[in-house]
């Protein structure tokens, strides 16, 4: 390659575009950051498993046909919590689909979004599972799943089948237990 010969001008109009120029006094360079960056915290294991109750102690359930409605209401709570439920006095706050699902997938999505429903502090839940049309002998499979699973977590205080608008024997509310940093008592604590 030949080397480029500058004229004068363009030396002087480099030398007018660079300004001064200072010698540098070290060559090293640091390549270790002064300030290191703040740690991230591992993300909390949520065991949603751990929230449901020995079915060993629990009586047993019947199972429930396609047009079968499902009511649960625990113990300690009044009838009037369920007559309550069922004519929507309780706002719904969230909503899941587990159509098509199996019954694996259902059960982790299930457990899944109660938990988190629980900890953003909501009351009423509407749970989609299908009528199970299409379920061998018309005995849905994913709707006496739920009607078990419902009955054995320990934040669902009751729940009974939607209004025919909202699924019918399709779909369930759900009450569900206040979450202790929304209750009441906590609250007059922190004040």
């Not at 001064?20 to 006094?25: E, K, Y």
């Not at 009528?131 to 799943?145: A, E, F, M, Q």
Request: charged share 20%; net charge positive; hydrophobic share 35%.
């Amino acid at each position: 390659m030949a080397k480029k010969i500058l004229t004068s001008e363009d030396s002087n109009l480099f030398r007018q575009s660079i300004g001064s120029v200072r010698n540098v006094q070290s060559d090293k360079v640091v390549l270790t950051p002064a300030n290191k960056p703040k740690p991230y915290p591992k993300p909390a294991v949520i065991n949603v498993d751990g929230h449901l109750i020995d079915t060993a102690t629990s009586m047993p359930v019947e199972t429930v046909g396609i047009e079968d409605s499902m009511s649960f209401l625990n113990t300690g709570l009044q009838n009037n919590v369920l007559k309550k439920l069922r004519r929507g006095y309780f706002g719904l706050d969230a909503e899941i689909d587990l159509h098509g699902l199996n019954s694996n997938e259902a059960k982790r999505q299930l457990l899944n979004f109660l938990h988190y429903c629980v900890e953003d502090g909501y009351r009423c839940v509407h749970i989609v599972h299908g009528k199970g049309h299409r379920s061998p002998d018309n005995h849905p499979v994913l709707k006496n799943n739920l009607n078990i699973w419902l009955r054995q977590h320990k934040d669902v205080q009751a729940f009974c089948s939607a209004a025919q608008k909202n699924g019918g024997t399709g779909a369930v509310v759900v009450l569900l237990q206040l979450s202790d940093k929304y209750s009441y008592h906590n609250q007059q604590d922190l004040e």
